[in-house]
């Protein structure tokens, strides 16, 4: 069984930035990915990115391109979301996710290739 835990939520101003973090325990393999998603009040949950268990393949919606960096730090097993530049629409409940891939260096994009979810952690942006 794995357990993904989120942290580093919160409230911010637009503009300024926030570092979400997953620690994931159990038994993991290098063909993972982990992925975040978000939800806000009253819309669909959606893609924000993902990244191989290598750390070699990554993906990003492209509403967060060139604001948000997923990293992965492999010994902690722990995957990181840095935002930058927040502005009020990024305001939703971030899901990190861990799922098998076909090949080592796959990430995932979608909610239901994912097998292991998280709670959640809120992130508010006020303008």
């Known amino acids: 069984q794995v357990q993904l835990v989120e942290s580093g939520g919160g409230l911010v101003q637009a503009g300024n930035s926030l570092k979400l973090s997953c620690t994931i325990s159990?038994?993991?393999?290098?063909?993972?990915?982990v992925g975040w998603f978000r939800q806000a009040p009253g819309k669909e949950r959606e893609f924000v990115a993902a990244?191989?268990?290598?750390?070699?393949?990554?993906r990003y919606a492209d509403s967060v391109k060139g604001r948000f960096t997923i990293s992965i730090y492999s010994a902690k097993n722990t995957v990181y979301l840095q935002m930058n530049s927040l502005k009020p629409e990024d305001t939703a409940v971030y899901y990190c996710?861990?799922?098998?891939?076909?090949?080592?260096?796959?990430?995932?994009?979608?909610?239901?290739?994912?097998?292991?979810w998280g709670q959640g952690t809120q992130v508010t942006v006020s303008s």
């Open positions: 996710a861990a799922g098998r891939t076909g090949r080592v260096g796959a990430v995932l994009t979608s909610d239901y290739e994912y097998d292991y």
């Open positions: 159990g038994r993991t393999f290098s063909n993972y990915a």
């Open positions: 990244i191989s268990w290598t750390g070699v393949g990554t």
